[in-house]
């Protein structure tokens, strides 16, 4: 096992910086707009859960409550985010997407999608068709 593992460990390696280095270039292949990386996250968020308690948004987006306060803040005066009582605690709020949040994210989700498809339209169908099997054995390492 420990053989095994530490031949893994160069690919590991690999695949990360590779994955890292790809996921900030489709963040950067995005709209020109005022939204910063953690308010666009934090939208992503709240359209792939459709709803959070600001608690639960920090803890998914893996920063403190009071800065999640200010990035919902942001979202809200832009009419991205809208608040509704929670319905059954009444000390806490739902956070949600608004319609106009969850048109701005389809904007932000095909300027990605478009960048990478011209990125992937270079390369050879060989490469496009290892690419999708190796997407779907990523998917399957991601899910542990």
């Known amino acids: ?3 095994e593992r530490t031949a893994a460990e160069p690919l590991a390696k690999t695949l990360r910086d590779a994955i890292t280095r790809l996921g900030r ?5 995005r709209p020109i707009g005022d939204l910063t990386f953690s308010q666009l ?5 709240l359209q792939l859960a459709g709803a959070l308690t ?3 948004l920090a803890d998914v987006e893996r920063v403190q409550p ?3 306060t200010k990035i919902v803040g942001k979202l809200e005066e832009r009419g991205l985010v809208a608040r ?3 319905p059954t605690d009444g000390r806490q709020v739902i956070l949600a997407a608004t319609d106009e949040g ?3 994210y389809a904007q932000y989700e095909r300027a990605r999608n ?3 498809a011209k990125q992937l339209e270079q390369l050879t169908p060989e490469e496009r068709e290892t690419l999708g099997r190796a997407a779907e054995i990523l998917q399957r390492v991601a899910r542990g």
Do not use: C, D, K
């Open 1 to 3: 096992m420990t053989t």
């Open 25 to 29: 270039r489709v963040r950067q292949a």
């Open 66 to 68: 009071p800065t999640m």
């Open 54 to 56: 600001p608690r639960e």
């Open 114 to 116: 478009e960048w990478l």
């Open 41 to 45: 996250s934090a939208l992503t968020s």
């Open 84 to 86: 509704t009582p929670h």
């Open 102 to 104: 969850r048109t701005v």
